[in-house]
């Protein structure tokens, strides 16, 4: 699987958007990028993932560029409750194959 | 609504035991998971599942093994516990089509002393 590259650590204020960048400049044709996030203590939660169109939930955002080397995801209206890490995933599915590799993520810290 | 729920929560124990933790999901998934977290490392994939009576190796599988007699539930046992197996473990599971997204428990605390 591809590997990723993210900020250790962001602040964002409450109300305002949070902009999490992630780079794969890596990523194969094949390999779609997922978001999770995790609250302290907690298990990883699903955000959403994509493979090379922007996708919106209820949630957030994925802006996913041209040549697909990097994405962002949006949070449009941070809350306090949003502090957590999120991690930025590449990868391949096949078959019935879609491991999740995750590295150690972006803290974000979303200040009142 | 279903879930996946792991037990137990928290657990300590002795090296040298065998510890099983357990994981249930009423998904219908095929597709089940085992992660470790430790601090410095985020989570690392130890035995996963495509179905009944498959079971493959992770990146961290030396001292584990499960075994996947149903669809719901994927046991992780712990042959003979050691002190660095302390650690948080997490359950997944996920739908057999594709790009479903994995959804997670909320983990067993273990602690090996």
């Known amino acids: 699987d591809a590997k990723t590259t993210q900020p250790t650590s962001m602040d964002c204020a409450e109300g305002r958007a949070a902009n999490l960048p992630c780079n794969h400049s890596t990523i194969s044709g094949n390999e779609y990028v997922y978001w999770y996030r995790q609250i302290h203590s907690q298990g990883p939660q699903y955000i959403i993932h994509g493979l090379k169109n922007n996708e919106t939930n209820e949630m957030a955002s994925l802006i996913i560029t041209e040549d697909r080397k990097s994405s962002t995801l949006i949070l449009p209206h941070a809350t306090l409750r949003d502090t957590a890490v999120y991690y930025c995933i590449v990868s391949y599915y096949g078959g019935a194959t879609n491991k999740l590799i995750f590295g150690t993520g972006t803290l974000l810290a979303v200040q009142p | 609504d279903a879930e996946i729920t792991q037990s137990p929560r928290h657990k300590i124990t002795e090296t040298g035991r065998q510890v099983t933790l357990a994981c249930h999901q009423t998904w219908n998934h095929n597709n089940m998971f085992w992660y470790r977290q430790d601090l410095g490392h985020g989570l690392r994939l130890i035995h996963y599942?495509?179905?009944?009576?498959?079971?493959n190796k992770g990146e961290v599988s030396d001292g584990y093994s499960v075994s996947r007699s149903n669809t719901e539930d994927l046991p992780l046992t712990l042959e003979s516990a050691a002190s660095s197996q302390t650690s948080v473990y997490f359950c997944?599971?996920?739908?057999?089509?594709?790009?479903?997204?994995?959804?997670f428990g909320d983990g067993t605390r273990l602690s090996i002393l």
């Open positions: 997944a599971s996920s739908g057999g089509q594709a790009n479903q997204p994995q959804h």
């Open positions: 599942s495509y179905g009944v009576q498959d079971t």
